[in-house]
C-alpha cells in the first residue's frame, strides 16, 4: 500500500479490514519521504501486528506517474516479497482508500496459480484500486520497466499492466490471469459517485453486495476529504453489524441441530 500524508483518516480502516479479511498476509506500507504521514500514525501502524512501515525516496509525480514512480513501486513490491520469505506467492497493490470486504474468492483464484489479476480500468491495464502479482514475475517485469522510455505522466497501473502482459506470454508456464470485472460481476466492485447514488443507498449496496469497494474518487468529485472518511466508517461499521449477526444466527441454531 502506497500512502500519502492525508490519508491518515482512511488508512488505519483499511489496514484493519485488510487485518481482519486476510488475517495471514503481511501488510506493508510504502510512505512517501516527500510528505509522510503524522508520527501519531505513523506510531499506530508499527504497533499493528503484521504490518510492516516503509518510507521510501523515488519520486511519485502527481499519483505514481512517471518511470521513477513505476519502478519504485516495483523495487518496493520486491523488497517487500523478499523481506517476507515471499518467492512463490503473490503481492497484492492496494490503495489507502480501498476495502477488501470479500476477498476469499480472489485469494482462491490465486491459489489456483494465476499469474496476474486485477480490476482493470481498460482491457488488461491494471487498476490501481488493486492488483495482484506472482512473485515470480516481478524481477522480469522490473528489469523491463528499467529498460522502457515512458512519458512524464506514465500511470503506474498501466505500465505495470502492459509489462505483466507481456512477461506471462514470454513464460513457459503459459497464458493465465484473471479480469475480475464482467458485467455480470460488476456489482462486486464499488466507488462513490455522487451524482448517481446517495449516501444510504451507496452504504446499504455496499455492505450488501461489494467484495471490494474504494472511495477515492470523492475528491475527483469535488467532496472534501471528511467525507470520504466518513463513507468508509459508515460501510464499515454497517458491514461488521450484518457480519456479527450473521454470526450469531449460526451459534443459536448449533444447539438446535445437537438436539436432533
Known amino acids: 500500500m502506497f500512502c500519502y500524508r492525508g490519508e491518515e483518516e482512511v488508512i488505519l480502516m483499511s489496514v484493519d479490514t485488510l487485518r481482519r479479511r486476510m488475517p495471514y498476509a503481511n501488510i506493508h506500507i510504502f510512505d512517501d519521504a516527500g510528505d509522510p504521514l503524522p508520527d501519531h500514525i505513523v506510531e499506530s501502524l508499527r504497533q499493528s501486528a503484521g504490518v ?15 518511470k521513477a514512480a513505476v519502478c519504485g513501486v516495483l523495487d518496493s513490491l520486491l523488497a517487500a516479497a523478499r523481506e517476507d520469505g515471499n518467492e512463490e506467492g503473490y503481492v497484492i497493490k492496494t490503495d489507502p482508500d480501498t476495502l477488501f470486504l470479500r476477498p ?15 480490476h482493470p480500468v481498460v482491457d488488461r491495464f491494471f487498476s490501481g484500486m488493486f492488483y495482484a502479482l506472482s512473485v515470480k514475475y ?7 520497466a528499467r529498460l522502457m522510455e515512458m512519458p512524464e ?16 506470454h514470454n513464460s513457459p508456464d503459459g497464458f493465465h490471469w484473471f479480469n475480475v470485472w464482467n458485467e455480470r460481476h460488476r456489482h462486486r466492485f464499488c466507488s462513490f459517485d455522487p451524482h448517481r447514488m446517495d449516501e444510504r443507498e451507496y452504504v446499504r449496496y455496499c455492505t450488501r453486495y461489494a467484495h471490494i469497494l474504494t472511495v477515492g474518487n470523492t475528491g475527483v468529485a469535488g467532496l472534501p476529504q471528511a467525507y470520504r472518511v466518513k463513507m ?3 460501510v464499515l461499521d454497517e ?7 450473521a454470526s450469531g444466527f449460526m451459534k443459536e441454531e448449533e ?3 445437537k438436539r436432533e
Request: with cysteine; aromatic share 10%.
Open 104 to 118: 476469499d474468492e480472489y485469494l482462491a483464484m490465486m491459489e489456483s496459480g494465476c499469474a496476474w489479476m486485477t
Open 153 to 168: 505522466d506514465a500511470h503506474e497501473d498501466s505500465v505495470v499492466g502492459s509489462l505483466a502482459n507481456i512477461a506471462v
Open 239 to 245: 458491514f461488521y453489524k450484518i457480519e456479527q449477526s
Open 255 to 257: 444447539p438446535e441441530r
Open 138 to 144: 516481478l524481477p522480469q517485469i522490473s528489469a523491463n
Open 232 to 234: 468508509m466508517r459508515d
Open 52 to 66: 510492516h512501515y516503509h518510507v521510501t525516496g523515488f519520486a511519485r509525480g502527481r499519483n505514481l506517474n512517471g
